[in-house]
């Protein structure tokens, strides 16, 4: 999202703010007016290596991230810094368990999901609408524990309703959301010019596709990443005034809440239930932005 850098969060984050450095010490507003907000229960802030966190996810005991557009070709296995055991990250950087280079190039990665078997790597943000090299990558979560990636699928698509591809700053074809449903991933588009998202349907198979247009929702914002539990649809992101809301669906409607956040940048987003509480949580990443240092934080749901 190299270009939302240049020119939108001009607009977006001309606020004063400061850098804070340790654990829980996020900028977090009182809005005892709004009861709507979500509050924020804990935060961690992420070492420099992940100024620029695009995506979260969770499986095999870890927190799962990559980093924006432009930035080494890397996925993290991320230790849970809220699991109880937090006390032994002393340090920022012991948030990463390990990492792992690809063997492809980080144009513009801007989501992650997964199955039982396969990582999926978005590498389709389209800021300016001109891309004709949208790609999702399909990598063996096995080779990613080994530290052994040699062989990547890589799934290539268009958009079918995409006829135009001249340079432009408000358009409906970039993208940073993606979730797995059975033998198909589903998108979720930024559109930059009315706050909807568009959702389309793609196979997991590797080669060149045209993906399906399913329909449209309107969650009043600009969309950042996507989850699913039990059958909802959990959408992050901002506004122009740089707020953040979290929109929760059940495909055909939806109810909107906004995060008692700063302004931020929040970029990744999962869902996470307690084995023995069966408590569940939300979990967001945020990149670090002059109001907000980048990191992880926790929200509980029952809220």
Request: proline share 3%; aromatic share 14%.
């Amino acid at each position: 999202m190299k270009l939302l850098k240049k020119f939108s969060f001009v607009i977006l984050f001309l606020f004063e703010g400061h850098l804070l450095s340790a654990q829980t010490e996020l900028n977090i507003r009182n809005s005892d007016d709004n009861s709507n907000c979500l509050k924020v229960e804990a935060f961690f802030e992420f070492p420099k290596e992940l100024q620029e966190s695009s995506a979260l996810i969770y499986t095999q005991g870890y927190f799962w991230t990559i980093n924006d557009g432009g930035n080494e070709p890397y996925i993290y296995a991320l230790n849970h810094p809220f699991d109880g055991n937090s006390s032994s990250l002393e340090k920022k950087k012991d948030v990463i368990k390990f990492k792992v280079k690809l063997p492809f190039t980080n144009e513009d990665w801007e989501a992650l999901t997964y199955d039982s078997m396969y990582f999926y790597i978005g590498d389709f943000g389209n800021n300016l609408g001109t891309r004709r090299n949208l790609k999702i990558y399909k990598i063996k979560i096995e080779e990613v524990f080994k530290n052994q990636v040699k062989f990547v699928d890589t799934i290539s698509f268009s958009y079918p309703d995409q006829v135009k591809f001249n340079k432009r700053r408000l358009h409906a074809f970039d993208c940073e959301s993606m979730i797995q449903i059975g033998d198909s991933l589903v998108l979720f588009t930024k559109n930059w010019s009315n706050l909807n998202t568009n959702i389309y349907k793609i196979s997991k198979n590797k080669g060149m596709q045209e993906c399906r247009a399913l329909k449209t929702l309107s969650p009043n914002f600009f969309v950042s990443d996507a989850a699913i539990h039990e059958g909802m649809i959990y959408l992050c992101g901002y506004n122009y005034l740089g707020n953040q809301f979290i929109y929760k669906s059940n495909w055909f409607k939806g109810t909107l809440k906004k995060i008692d956040l700063k302004p931020a940048q929040i970029e990744g987003i999962c869902l996470v239930e307690n084995q023995k509480s069966s408590e569940l949580s939300l979990f967001l990443t945020t990149e670090k932005r002059k109001t907000q240092p980048a990191g992880i934080l926790k929200i509980k749901l029952n809220q």
